[in-house]
């Protein structure tokens, strides 16, 4: 399940919407509110690392990208994949290496009470 609530992050190149869902010890998934202190950290800390790829922008190319990531305890991460692709693979790289290098994370407050955090983020890349 993931929050009904959106985030909104302006970027140079990318507006970043997120949902989130965490997974307490029992496997079960409990929502997150995506305004929460962490979850803006985790999406600031992503949206600082997007990198419009310059041949992308060369040629005039625009594309939105859905990526899920997954952070565990310590604030590693865990997975990280396209679930959309942008039909275009150095847009939809670009969004994974933002991921990638945004880690590690803030670890996990202790009064979520879960061993993971589930992002799904929309990554919009257009040219202005």
Known sequence: MFAQRRLLLC?????LLA?????????ETVTLDSQSPYAMAVVRQVGARI???KSSR???IQGDVRISFVIGRTGELLDVQVVNSSA?????????????????????????????VKILMPVHFKLR
């Open 11 to 15: 970027g140079w190149f990318a507006v």
């Open 19 to 27: 949902t989130a869902s965490c997974s307490d010890k029992t496997g």
């Open 51 to 53: 990198v419009y790829p």
């Open 58 to 60: 060369e040629a005039g």
């Open 88 to 116: 275009n693979r150095a847009l939809d790289e670009a969004a994974l290496n933002a991921v990638r290098q945004g880690a590690p994370f803030p670890p996990i407050p202790m009064e979520l009470k879960v061993d993971r």
